[in-house]
């Protein structure tokens, strides 16, 4: 989720948290947790700080290491430490549980996303993400603030942190029941698809579509069940050529690679350099595809410049790379 969501979510938690007679009945204590459960929801996504190496670490490491078991342990932890230094009149076992819960939340609704995360981690670096709600939900945001608007009105937190998660939950469950209707919408139209990627978008009723069958890769929009098939590209192995394996040991193209589930490539020529680029299908916008990744190599083979992000026109594209080469 975005951040503001998860700051929200981060200060519910600290509501509910009443639920607590130790929390409740313990001025300190309660002004430690809510601490707690708004750092807690926001611990995760400290690698972010990434971005400002490149993309290629950010791609390859977000949501990976931050969200995986052992911080979902440890971060609750460093985080209680901390605070009870600040405040050691509260009670410890309290404040750790609590902000144990906001952790584990922040990882646990991130999966919903179709970024997803690493969070089975070390037993597995499969990104887990199911794709049924998008990563800035507004109505998921929109419940927070009205349900944060009651308790700073002075309604009872507990009972109404309570009904704001059971509201949050029979949505979950409406989004996973629409989901289901898409993906068999989309198996209707596409009756050979052997892979079907369902992401959300901002709008309920709105979804983005990446099929592949075993001759060609199909992308689209779901409106409700209507199913409209923009793009069919022919579903070609990319060349084992010592071109496209010199591309390939680039870094921007491997992390690209390692995050992308389905994409097409281009390789063209141009002024003695050759250009490979990888095209991630799942983000079409205005008869683009934005997310892509780059790689210039002159003719001996060697990475002149390269780049992996998202780039909204060829013309910011180039001035992207020119800007790398120079």
């Known amino acids: 989720m975005d951040t503001g969501t998860h700051v929200v979510m981060g200060i519910a938690l600290g509501g509910l948290a009443m639920i607590d007679p130790v929390v409740a009945n313990h001025s300190m204590t309660a002004t430690a947790v809510i601490a707690g459960t708004i750092i807690g929801s926001q611990a995760p996504d400290v690698d972010t700080v990434l971005k400002l190496r490149n993309n290629a670490v950010y791609i390859r490491h977000h949501r990976g290491i931050t969200h995986s078991i052992p911080a979902v342990l440890l971060w609750p932890l460093a985080i209680s430490g901390v605070i009870h230094l600040i405040m050691p009149g509260a009670d410890f076992l309290h404040l750790w549980l609590w902000t144990f819960l906001a952790v584990f939340l922040h990882v646990f609704v991130d999966i919903f996303n179709s970024y997803g995360t690493q969070a089975l981690r070390p037993f597995s670096n499969k990104w887990v993400a199911l794709g049924v709600i998008n990563t800035f939900d507004p109505i998921i945001f929109g419940l927070h603030v009205f349900a944060l608007m009651f308790w700073a009105f002075g309604a009872n937190p507990v009972y109404t942190m309570l009904i704001l998660y059971a509201i949050v939950f029979v949505y979950y469950l409406l989004r996973f029941a629409v989901q289901h209707a898409v993906r068999h919408a989309v198996k209707n139209t596409i009756p050979t698809a052997e892979e079907i990627i369902i992401a959300p978008t901002i709008r309920f009723f709105q979804w983005r579509i990446a099929a592949i069958s075993k001759t060609h890769h199909y992308v689209g929009r779901a409106y409700g069940r209507s199913i409209n098939i923009y793009d069919r590209f022919d579903r070609k192995t990319i060349p084992d050529s010592p071109l496209v394996k010199a591309a390939l040991k680039d870094k921007n193209l491997q992390a690209f690679i390692s995050f992308s589930p389905i994409y097409r490539w281009e390789i063209t020529d141009h002024d003695h350099i050759h250009e ?7 983000y079409r916008s205005n008869d683009y595809y934005p997310f892509v990744a780059v790689a210039h190599l ?11 992000g998202w780039i909204f026109s060829e013309e910011k594209l180039h001035k992207k790379l020119d800007f790398i080469s120079d």
């Open 276 to 282: 490979v680029r990888l095209i991630d299908l799942r």
């Open 298 to 308: 002159n003719e001996e083979l060697q990475i002149v410049n390269s780049y992996t």
